[in-house]
């Protein structure tokens, strides 16, 4: 349980950096970049979401067969 709760904190803590660098990217460049930039940044938080999604579907199917997940 520790280890699942330490791997979704390293989750949400690695996809805000990722976001917060997307921002500070697309402050930097002009407008014509901006639309690129917010696309990209739209596609790399859908793509660690789906990570955590399949990560916790994943860990709960391994260590919990037939049981409900508790946290």
């Not at 940044?41 to 037939?66: C, D």
Request: charged share 20%; glycine share 2%; proline share 1%.
């Amino acid at each position: 349980m520790i280890l699942v709760r330490h791997t979704f904190k390293f989750w949400q803590v690695h996809s805000e950096n990722v976001r917060d660098h997307c921002r500070s990217a697309s402050e930097q460049v002009n407008g014509k970049y901006d639309s690129v930039l917010s696309f990209w940044r739209i596609n790399i938080h859908n793509f660690h979401a789906t990570i955590t999604m399949l990560l916790h579907y994943l860990i709960r199917t391994k260590h919990s067969p037939g049981k409900k997940c508790r946290y």
